[in-house]
C-alpha cells in the first residue's frame, strides 16, 4: 500500500510526533509514502523501539516486489515491459481522452430512484432548475492533479449541456462556494426558482479547492 504524503497529511490526530506517526504508518501497512516522511523519520523510529528493523525489511521487500514485476529496473533497451514503450505523445492523446470520457460514463451509478422520477421525460417543455455552483463550473469538474496544459476537450458543464440540448433551465447558485454557504443572500431565488421548476436538481459535493491531496478540508 503507498500514499502521496500519506503519513504526513493525517498523522496529528493519532500521534504524538512525527517520529512515532512513521512507525504507525509502516505498522499499518502503508509500506510506501510516497514523499520523504518516511526517509526523513523511520531512522529515528527504528533506534527508538518504535518499530523493528524486521517490519521495515518486509515493507521494503514488497515495493521492490512489485516494482520488479513492472519492469522497473529493467533495461530500456531490452525491456519487454509494453509501459516503457508509451510515449509523451501518447499521454493526453485523442484516444485516451476518448477512453477516459467512456470510462467515466460506465461508472456512473444511480443508488436511488425513489417514485421512479428517472428518466427525466424528454419532453423540452419541462422546466428544470439547476441549483448549486457546482452546475455552471467546469473546474469543479477536475481533480487536483488534472494537468495544466491538457486540452479538456469534454469540459463543459451540466448547465450548458442541458441548454445545448435545448432544455429549459433556471440557473441559480444559491451560494458562491458550495461548502460552507458563508452568506445566504442567493437562497431565495434558489428556492423560488425549484418552486417554479417541474424538476430541481441540486449539485452537491466539494471540489479540489477545498480539499484535495495534501489537503484536508478543516470544516
Excluded at 529515528?44 to 519492469?71: I, K, P, W, Y
Excluded at 439547476?130 to 486540452?151: E, I, V
Excluded at 469540459?155 to 458563508?182: H, N, W
Excluded at 425549484?194 to 484536508?216: P, Y
Aim: charged letters at 15%.
Amino acid at each position: 500500500m503507498g500514499a502521496g504524503d500519506a503519513i504526513d497529511n493525517n498523522h496529528r490526530s493519532i500521534s504524538a510526533n512525527e517520529t512515532e506517526a512513521a512507525a504507525l504508518g509502516l505498522i499499518a501497512g502503508v509500506d510506501l509514502d510516497c514523499g520523504p516522511y518516511y526517509m526523513n523519520h523511520l531512522p529515528a523510529a527504528v533506534a527508538q523501539g518504535l518499530v523493528s528493523e524486521a517490519v521495515v525489511d518486509a515493507a521494503v521487500q514488497r515495493v521492490l516486489v512489485h516494482q520488479f514485476r513492472l519492469g522497473a529496473f529493467d533495461p530500456l533497451e531490452s525491456s519487454t515491459n509494453p509501459y516503457d514503450k508509451i510515449t509523451l505523445e501518447q499521454v493526453g492523446s485523442g484516444a485516451h481522452a476518448e477512453l477516459a470520457r467512456e470510462a467515466a460514463i460506465q461508472s456512473m451509478c444511480l443508488l436511488k430512484n425513489d417514485g421512479k422520477l428517472l428518466p427525466l421525460a424528454k419532453a423540452k417543455a419541462t422546466k428544470l432548475a439547476f441549483l448549486g455552483p457546482h452546475a455552471n463550473s467546469s473546474t469543479a469538474l477536475l481533480g487536483n492533479d488534472y494537468p495544466p496544459g491538457n486540452a479538456p476537450i469534454y469540459r463543459q458543464t451540466p448547465l450548458v449541456a442541458a441548454q445545448r440540448r435545448g432544455l429549459t433551465v433556471a440557473y441559480e447558485p444559491g451560494c458562491a462556494d458550495g461548502l460552507s454557504c458563508a452568506t445566504t443572500t442567493g437562497f431565495a431565488a434558489a428556492v423560488a426558482a425549484a418552486r417554479a421548476a417541474d424538476v430541481a436538481i441540486v449539485f452537491l459535493g466539494i471540489s479540489s479547492a477545498f480539499e484535495n491531496e495534501g489537503h484536508d478540508r478543516t470544516y
